[in-house]
């Protein structure tokens, strides 16, 4: 059903200009291997070490320090991207240092690099194998879904709340927070589909917050969560030229805000516009990224953001990164 709607919907779409490029009986007769979604738990002494942990097998939790007293976040990387990106795994390795979390990186990279709207119907088999390994803890560990924490990017973002949602379902609990970074737009919020429940939203999680950078292109402008941040006016970043460029700031922003909770200073307004000509003189500030929680009043905020945050990040990525041969040479991409 979701296959067919989507195609067809997606003639009228930018990205369907790729669809020509793929063989049509791979995208229509595949079905993705589970075991094609990998997890990996970070060491909590060696930030750059993890392990591979496999739904049903408690053996694979026990060689990892895996803390049921603590909190853990899930990282889900978007199209192209897998756990070998630059963004993922200096996420992974700035958190696992923090010695707060439990870090589970989703790899589903084999499934990430193909076209665009291929990844997009690979998003059930990747939210059903997260839910599964998060009920598998639930179970076995007695882990509590209100300690888990969300982050995914772009189309990981909406594999997050798919399978946020799938959990609430089939167990009744509701994930503590979802983070998203710049919810991925296309095949999501346009052309919208009614029926399916499929866009992050509030009910997703107790607790939903969003970084918009690239809002109106790659990433959504509606927002999404329960607290919406829309950097620079939410579409185009500091010295960006490209859409991809913007994209990815919202992760970068977040990794400095592990560094720096403090770092972003987020208002109150109801627009670009209004914050610019600061009508009405919010005085309360904010934060955005790691530190943002439930205390702050729902709805939508806006901050600048120049290059300050750039001295607490090291790694540089781009949309392509890790993308491999597929469409290494295809100029077409540029236009993301
Ligand atoms: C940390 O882990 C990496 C990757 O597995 C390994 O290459 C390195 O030797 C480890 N460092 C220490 C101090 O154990
Ligand atoms: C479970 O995981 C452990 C450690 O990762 C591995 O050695 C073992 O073969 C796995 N067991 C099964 C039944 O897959
Ligand atoms: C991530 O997935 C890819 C593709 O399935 C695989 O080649 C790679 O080894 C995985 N990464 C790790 C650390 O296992």
């Given at each position: 059903?979701?296959r ?5 919907q ?11 490029l ?7 007769d595949?079905?993705p ?5 990998t ?6 002494k ?8 496999f ?10 320090q ?21 963004w ?21 990279s084999?499934?990430?690099?193909v ?5 997009r119907?690979h998003?059930?088999?990747?939210a ?5 390994l998060?009920?598998f ?27 946020a ?20 737009a296309?095949?999501?919020?346009f052309?919208?589909?009614?029926s399916?429940?499929?866009v992050?939203d ?5 607790f ?9 292109h ?13 950097v ?5 970043q ?15 922003l977040?990794?400095?805000?592990i ?34 929680s ?7 905020y806006?901050?600048e ?9 090291s ?22």
């Open positions: 059903m979701l067919y709607f989507i195609l067809f997606c003639f009228q779409i930018i990205i369907c200009i790729l669809y020509p793929v063989d049509p009986n791979r995208l229509y595949y079905n291997p589970e075991n094609e979604v997890f990996h738990l970070y060491d909590r060696n930030f750059s070490k993890n392990y591979e942990i739904i049903g097998n408690s053996t694979s939790f026990e060689q990892t895996f803390n049921t007293d603590e909190p853990t976040i899930i990282i889900i990387h978007g199209w192209t991207h897998g756990n070998d990106t630059p993922v795994r200096e996420l992974a390795e700035v958190l696992a240092g923090t010695n707060f979390w439990n870090v589970l990186v989703v790899n589903w084999k499934l990430s690099r076209t665009y709207v291929e990844a119907l998003n059930t088999v990747v059903k194998q997260v839910k599964k998060m009920i803890l639930a179970e076995t560990k007695y882990y509590s879904m209100s300690s888990v924490h969300i982050v995914g990017h772009s189309m990981g973002a909406q594999i997050g709340a798919n399978a949602q799938r959990i609430h379902i089939e167990i009744g609990e509701k994930i503590g927070r979802i983070t998203g970074l710049d919810p991925a296309p095949l999501y919020e052309p919208h589909i009614e399916l429940d499929e992050l509030p009910s997703d999680a107790s939903v917050d969003a970084i918009h950078t690239n809002a109106k790659i990433g959504m402008i509606t927002p999404a969560g329960h607290v919406d941040y829309y620079n006016g939410g579409q185009q500091w010295g960006c030229n490209t859409w991809r460029c913007s994209h990815i700031r919202a992760c970068e977040f990794i400095a805000s560094r720096k909770p403090d770092l972003f200073k987020a208002f109150s307004y109801d627009s670009w516009v209004k914050f610019n000509d600061k009508i009405t003189n919010s005085l309360e500030v904010y934060p955005m990224g790691i530190a943002a439930p205390k702050i009043p729902f709805g939508i806006f901050l953001v120049k290059d300050e945050y750039t001295k607490y990040v790694s540089k990525t781009s949309l392509m990164d890790s993308y491999g041969s597929y469409f290494g040479e295809m100029q077409l991409l540029n236009l993301f």
